[in-house]
């Protein structure tokens, strides 16, 4: 097996990035909207004082 077969290979297992990209695009809102309603655990609002 020489480089080209190798590079066609991989150019025939290309990912579609159209669907991908409507996914990503459906899915958007619900993502920002589980990130609002559950911050993360370094973003719990003002730091308390360690005791």
């Known amino acids: 097996m ?3 077969d190798e590079i066609e290979d991989a150019e ?4 579609p990035l159209v669907p991908a990209a409507a996914v990503g695009f459906l899915l958007y809102p619900w993502a920002v909207q589980l990130i609002l309603a ?3 655990a370094n973003d719990q609002g003002e730091a ?3 005791r």
Request: glycine share 0%; net charge negative.
């Open 38 to 40: 559950v911050p993360p």
């Open 12 to 15: 025939e297992t290309e990912v």
């Open 48 to 50: 308390k004082p360690p």
């Open 2 to 4: 020489d480089r080209e």
